[in-house]
């Protein structure tokens, strides 16, 4: 079933600025309190113009371009600038430390790097010892150190036109990104990921939590991991939503956060609920319009309860992976929830539990989870 339509990155957001024009797509809030927002026909030049600066860096389609950066509204220009001119984003886990970061340029062949001044210097001596490809970088803070092949990325943003300079031919197949997994077995292991990918994420997202063009979805996960990109951030975009990205997660001022936006959906993994838990009760536990809270790891089920008693939500639990795209087991909002059960495999999956011999088991007992799609399309094209 081909739900996408040929329809590539490029073209969505020319169809969303068109449809959604003054209405709002994005907004971000700094750790300090900063914020910013951006309709959909602002965003749209936004990327643009991010497009624009990197075609005039040298990024022609098929380059790897690397983003080492916390959540910010430069971490979506980039994202969708480099898919608009066929680039590929690697995004780095901002937490890595120098080892870990320079092998993923090294590994991805990242020629251009886009960061900000907290993570320069790591990145400062490993451009001094010449160990990787990488031939530039852009800072997404205003004061710039005097080194050669470092630029201001708003300054050259903000000099680049609104309109699209560079637009070679896409197809769904190109491929968009290259996520670097967590590395539990081995090294990090690079996921490509496609324009096909990324849109069919954004429908089956949607799908999932029934978004709708009214719908406010916040998060405060990290903009470089597959939840934020292809959980939160293609759904409210594919369905015409405002997407919250917060910077930092804080459990004092994550309901208030909830409240200032009016979001609707957001989404907790067991520390945020464990936190959220422990702060003081207040009367404002309830202020807030969230219907859904999409969800994800181990919960016991008292835990469970108590913070669905006390903050009057509902958990949309879900499971996945960085090669999965989505929560391709889940909840589904028009189903009654079986508790401690993850759900049912969604459209388009298949998924089975096996044994040691790779054949399938009967319910209730423990073996291998095993899932079946279509590579490039429905799950990840293949590893780097």
Not at 23 to 45: D, F, H, M, P, W
Not at 76 to 90: D, H, N, R, T, Y
Request: glycine fraction near 6%; charged fraction near 20%; hydrophobic fraction near 40%.
């Amino acid at each position: 079933m081909d739900i996408i339509g040929g329809q590539h990155l490029r073209q969505m957001w020319d169809d969303l600025a068109d449809v959604y024009g003054h209405k709002t797509a994005l907004i971000c809030e700094s750790s300090g309190g900063v914020v910013n927002r951006y309709s959909y026909l602002e965003l749209n030049q936004e990327i643009n113009r991010t497009a624009n600066l990197f075609y005039t860096l040298g990024i022609r389609k098929g380059n790897k371009v690397a983003l080492h950066l916390d959540n910010c509204p430069e971490f979506i220009f980039c994202w969708f600038g480099l898919a608009k001119i066929g680039a590929i984003m690697v995004p780095i886990n901002a937490r890595l430390l120098r080892e870990e970061s320079e092998w993923i340029l090294q590994n991805s062949q990242a020629c251009l790097l886009v960061t900000s001044a907290q993570f320069y210097p790591m990145y400062q001596q490993i451009q001094q010892e010449d160990a990787t490809q990488l031939r530039h970088i852009c800072l997404t803070d205003v004061a710039l150190p005097a080194d050669d092949g470092v630029s201001s990325f708003t300054q050259l943003k903000n000099q680049q036109p609104a309109t699209l300079c560079y637009a070679p031919p896409l197809s769904t197949d190109d491929t968009a990104e290259i996520l670097f997994t967590s590395g539990t077995t081995s090294r990090p292991k690079g996921v490509v990921i496609t324009h096909y990918n990324l849109r069919f994420a954004g429908y089956y997202s949607a799908w999932q939590c029934a978004l709708r063009d009214d719908d406010v979805y916040m998060t405060v996960m990290p903009a470089f991991h597959i939840d934020c990109q292809c959980t939160a951030a293609m759904a409210a975009f594919s369905a015409g939503a405002t997407f919250v990205l917060v910077e930092k997660y804080s459990a004092r001022a994550f309901w208030g956060q909830a409240q200032k936006y009016r979001a609707t959906i957001t989404e907790c993994i067991p520390m945020m609920i464990r936190t959220l838990m422990v702060q003081p009760p207040s009367a404002n536990d309830r202020q807030h319009r969230l219907r859904e809270v999409m969800f994800y790891l181990n919960l016991s089920e008292q835990e469970k309860d108590a913070f669905c008693e006390r903050f009057g939500v509902r958990l949309l639990t879900s499971y996945g992976m960085t090669e999965t795209i989505v929560g391709i087991i889940g909840d589904r909002p028009s189903d009654k929830r079986r508790w401690l059960s993850i759900g049912r495999a969604g459209f388009c999956y298949e998924a089975e539990i096996r044994d040691d011999h790779n054949r399938p088991l009967p319910a209730g007992e423990i073996g291998e989870i095993c899932i079946k799609g279509v590579p490039g399309k429905t799950i990840f094209k293949e590893y780097f």
